[in-house]
């Protein structure tokens, strides 16, 4: 039987609030809203695609501690304050997750900072040979 495992990323949030950065269950990633923090320094890109990308490293560096790529995410939900903003980052999600596309969702919501422009969450199944 596998364990179920809890990822941190050294955010704040994560502490603060009292959630893992992923979960990892069985076969199963769970990775949480990530933003465009630059979790160790805490600091915040500014503009929808400059935090696009940083949220994506984010997404990648969860799912690698995981034992995942971004070919594994099997689910996607894009998390904006501004449906106007998403368009921008397509280019930038494009690049993460054309070769294998995820089924996704995007929601306009208020987020828990206002200079939150984007937050992604995923889910990925872990291939195991």
Do not use: K
């Given at each position: 039987?596998?364990?179920r495992r809890?990822?941190?990323?050294g955010s704040?949030?994560?502490t603060?609030?009292g959630?893992?950065?992923?979960?990892v269950?069985?076969?199963?990633?769970f990775?949480?809203g990530?933003?465009g923090?630059?979790?160790?320094?805490?600091?915040?890109?500014?503009g929808?695609?400059?935090?696009?990308?940083?949220t994506?490293?984010?997404?990648?560096?969860?799912?690698a501690?995981?034992g995942?790529?971004v070919?594994d995410?099997?689910?996607?939900?894009y998390?904006?304050?501004d449906r106007?903003?998403?368009?921008a980052?397509?280019?930038?999600?494009?690049r993460y997750f054309?070769?294998?596309?995820?089924?996704?969702?995007?929601?306009?919501?208020?987020l828990?900072?206002?200079a939150?422009l984007?937050?992604?969450?995923?889910t990925?199944?872990l291939?195991r040979?």
């Amino acid at each position: 039987m596998m364990s179920r495992r809890h990822l941190t990323s050294g955010s704040t949030f994560e502490t603060q609030i009292g959630y893992a950065r992923a979960v990892v269950d069985g076969e199963w990633v769970f990775v949480s809203g990530c933003t465009g923090f630059e979790y160790t320094s805490m600091t915040l890109a500014e503009g929808v695609v400059a935090q696009a990308e940083q949220t994506m490293l984010n997404v990648v560096a969860a799912l690698a501690e995981a034992g995942a790529t971004v070919a594994d995410v099997v689910r996607v939900h894009y998390l904006l304050p501004d449906r106007n903003d998403f368009a921008a980052c397509w280019p930038t999600l494009r690049r993460y997750f054309g070769d294998a596309p995820p089924a996704a969702t995007m929601m306009q919501c208020g987020l828990l900072d206002p200079a939150m422009l984007i937050e992604i969450e995923v889910t990925a199944l872990l291939r195991r040979p």
